[in-house]
């Protein structure tokens, strides 16, 4: 007797309510459909058109080309198969894609059908699954029983119900970068603003610009001074056990104010102008809490304001995205939004980083306040019998983590490392396990020298060169060697926190 498929009642009967499988009958394999998959596309939603007789390995590729990989880095980074199914799933759950739609499903090779369902699973996304046709038996058999098995409701619609429950997607275009709509120079680069130092910044504004732009510009300089006043108050000088402007004191202010600008003010400012602005609010509020912020703009060459920017831009996430795997996007993202190289990233687990990619708390390199100037952090031991000592032992090599602070990314670069984390998920690992591990031999050696490795290629397929890292042949070095104080973010925009002598301050 010939064998049938489950009816699609008995099938949703049976299973209880779990991912969902949509057959979208399509007579004739016209298409004109290809509009309307066209039209679909957005948020929540992707198409993918599998290669012509590929292999189910083609499929995994087909899916992370369509999620915005780079069809050439894929094949140069000669993923494997598993591992590319892996990737796949951990970046539908980044992007929180809940519709995945295959184009011309019944082309899809033996096996592929099978993988497609784990797939859906993971993501928990319902698949749809465009057809020729469902009349007959023999078409609706095998996605019938790969998707059975995996626990799927099935049902089964024709284009009108298609395009009912999966209408176009609106789009709206929207400027990625909006500063305060009160302010006249709220748009592009704002007005160009005297390069004078900060006690007499405001002065040299006033003599300069018009007088709605330095009424605009002077409110925000308020407010910033304002909030630069309140964020020492309960957290920049909060908590310290030794005298305002002995080395420790000034080193673990340094670091606080380091996150402060980097990710609250100066580094997501929406331009040049505000930058500058800010910059020079915080550089009066320290002042008078008895702290010179010096900025040596001097070092930077033309046009350093652009300098003072976040470097971890839309544009640049996007390419990191398009050339690199989850794990490298992930460290290159961190790498140039910290403006360090990889190291200490080793340390950083699955718990301390958050589920939509926004945060990371890093590991803290000790008590600001010892007395010692070398302190060395707790590494897996098993680091140590690498070939030569880890850099994470080194706390003067991470000077930059030594804060409390969480670190903040952008919403477009959360994603990079919110992909990386699902991966690891996938992987087995636990809040204690690390978010990354070493390529081939996790949990015995250091990742430092693979994620350095793996940053210096995504930064040059993305055509961006980072002043911070370079290979030890290099003929500028290798910053694995140097002072970590001459290195991090506040070093390469040209800042660095000097204490004012006692009696500057006494005068203050």
């Given at each position: ?228 006043d309140q964020w020492l108050t309960r957290r920049g000088l909060a908590g310290h056990h030794h005298a305002p402007g002995s080395v420790r004191h000034t080193r673990a202010l340094g670091a606080r104010l380091t996150f402060y ?24 509020a320290l002042f008078l809490r008895g702290y010179l912020l010096r900025w040596q703009y001097e070092t930077l060459g033309t046009n350093p304001t652009t300098r003072l920017l976040s470097q971890l831009t839309e544009r640049l ?192």
């Open positions: 007797m010939r064998e049938t498929a489950p009816a699609a009642h008995v099938v949703n009967r049976d299973l209880p309510p779990g991912p969902r499988l949509v057959i979208v009958r399509n007579p004739g394999d016209d298409h004109r459909i290809v509009r309307r998959l066209a039209a679909i596309e957005g948020p929540g939603r992707l198409v993918v058109r599998p290669t012509p007789a590929g292999r189910t390995s083609d499929l995994a590729l087909d899916i992370l080309t369509a999620t915005g990989r780079s069809p050439t880095a894929l094949l140069a980074d000669r993923t494997p198969a598993p591992d590319a199914w892996r990737q796949a799933a951990a970046q539908l759950t980044a992007d929180q894609i809940r519709h995945l739609v295959i184009d011309r499903a019944h082309r899809l090779p033996d096996g592929a059908l099978d993988l497609l369902a784990e797939l859906g699973t993971r993501a928990n996304a319902t698949v749809w699954l465009i057809w020729p046709d469902t009349d007959d038996d023999k078409y609706l058999k095998p996605p019938m029983h790969a998707f059975h098995h995996a626990g799927y409701r099935f049902q089964a619609i024709d284009l009108t119900g298609f395009a009912r429950e999966l209408p176009p997607s609106p789009r709206s275009l929207t400027s990625p970068l909006r500063a305060d709509a009160t302010t006249p120079w709220a748009e592009g680069v704002g007005p160009v603003l005297p390069m004078q130092d900060f006690p007499v910044f405001l002065a040299h504004c006033r003599a300069k610009l018009p007088g709605n732009t330095f009424t605009a510009l002077n409110e925000v300089y308020g407010r910033e001074v304002h909030l630069a600008l980097r990710d609250h003010r100066i580094g997501p400012a929406p331009d040049q102008a505000h930058a500058l602005v800010r910059l020079r609010a915080v550089q009066v996430c996007h390419k990191i995205r398009t050339v690199a795997g989850p794990e490298a996007a992930a460290a290159t993202a961190l790498s140039i939004h910290l403006s360090h190289g990889p190291t200490g990233l080793g340390l950083i687990t699955c718990g301390n980083t958050a589920p939509d990619g926004s945060s990371i708390h890093l590991p803290v390199t000790g008590s600001p306040y010892e007395a010692e100037e070398t302190r060395y952090l707790r590494v897996p031991w098993r680091w140590k019998s690498h070939h030569r000592m880890p850099h994470e032992l080194n706390a003067l090599q991470v000077l930059h983590l030594e804060s409390d602070d969480p670190v903040l990314l952008s919403a477009h670069a959360a994603p990079l490392l919110a992909a990386h984390l699902a991966y690891r998920r996938s992987q087995g690992a636990v809040d204690a396990d690390p978010l990354f591990i070493h390529d081939k031999d996790p949990g015995n050696k250091s990742p430092e020298l693979h994620l350095r490795e793996a940053v210096i290629r995504t930064c040059h397929r993305i055509h961006f060169n980072p002043a911070w890292l370079h290979r030890s042949h290099c003929r500028h070095g290798d910053e694995g060697s140097h002072d970590a104080a001459a290195a991090g973010w506040m070093h390469y925009r040209g800042l660095d926190l000097v204490p004012l002598s006692d009696d500057v301050r006494s005068r203050l």
